[in-house]
């Protein structure tokens, strides 16, 4: 029986969702599988990887051939490292301390790499929000000018108006005065 190490699509249309799974090459791409490894989901920054590595070095070294993909998410996890490494155990060239040395030391490396790449991500967002928050500031600022530069004339043109009513109030009040002193005069006279 020919075995895949393939993926095997979940999730909805547009949000796609794998399993990473060792299967019979000969059933349906959804079908039956003889073991689940893993799940792959794609629509994570980075993508969100999560493997069974002994059970994965386990069916590659019982003859099972990986996909495409599945052999890319494997390199990425470590597993044909780990495989390699102990196909160099079975023939003598290492021990399995030294093998089981190398392995970590790549993993911690990948897991900084990882770690920098998920820090690079967030800095950029948060300057992007930072940018964003920037120019809405910028936007609302100008905004207020425009509104107080139109309320301003409306302001001036009614100051405007009360001056020019207080000053006709003020000749109207001297004109009847002035009217008013004269009938005194020509009534004293």
């Known amino acids: 029986m020919p075995v895949k190490i393939r993926l095997q699509r979940h999730g909805k249309k547009g949000k796609p969702f794998f399993w990473i799974i060792a299967a019979d090459s000969r059933t349906r791409r959804d079908g039956k599988f003889l073991e689940k490894l893993g799940i792959y989901n794609p629509n994570t920054n980075p993508a969100t990887i999560e493997l069974d590595v002994d059970s994965s070095v386990k069916w590659l070294q019982n003859g099972a051939q990986p996909t495409d993909t599945a052999k890319a998410i494997l390199s990425y996890k470590g597993v044909l490292l780990k495989n390699h490494l102990a196909g160099g155990v079975r023939k003598g060239a290492l021990t399995e301390e030294q093998a089981d040395e190398k392995f970590n030391a790549w993993l911690q490396e990948k897991e900084g790499k990882v770690d920098a790449k998920k820090e690079t991500l967030s800095k950029e967002q948060q300057e992007a929000r930072d940018k964003a928050l920037e120019a809405e500031r910028a936007a609302n600022a100008k ?12 302001a001036e043109e009614t100051t405007e108006d009360l001056e020019a009513a207080a000053t006709n109030e003020v ?10 002193d004269e009938k005194q005069e020509q009534a004293g006279s």
Do not use: L
Request: charged share 35%.
């Open 143 to 154: 905004r207020e000018a425009e509104n107080a530069a139109a309320a301003q004339p409306e």
């Open 171 to 180: 000749d109207a009040a001297t004109a009847e005065e002035a009217k008013a």
